[in-house]
């Protein structure tokens, strides 16, 4: 009985020294460590129902998004005359894949809870410090049909 207390208390020391990184698998870990980071938009694209629209984040607007090996968060806010409200400011995120060109988030949160629970696949681009991600953004509860086109600075 003692042997076997010892040898349980043994077992659960060698556990106790593991890392606390999680294994990382196929799934879950980007094939690029390039696209993890923080990237601040500089513009967007929108194209919808023949229209096209196109926003310049650089002005009275600031948006982020932060990338991990796993997981992904934007920001967004405005700045200067309508810095203080709160109906300007957009937040998300969740978890993410890559596999080769082909980026695909999971919007696990999101403040329009329309948009969660949903998947948009991007294909990205690096080149420099500069990330362009194209996509279909489909959301049928919120009438959502469009294809978003990003392109984003590193910040970090």
Known sequence: MHRFFGLT???LFLLSCSTDTPPRTASSAPESPA???TWQLLSGTVIENGDTTVTDYTEGVSFIK???ATHFAFLQHAVGEHAD????FVAGGGRYTLADSTYTEHLDYCSAPE???????FTVSLRGDTLVQQGREEVASAGISRLN????RRVH
């Open 9 to 11: 208390l043994c077992g």
């Open 35 to 37: 696209l993890t980071g």
């Open 66 to 68: 932060i990338i991990n």
């Open 85 to 88: 409200s709160a109906a300007a």
């Open 115 to 121: 948009w969660e629970g949903n998947d948009f696949t």
């Open 149 to 152: 086109i990003e392109k984003y």
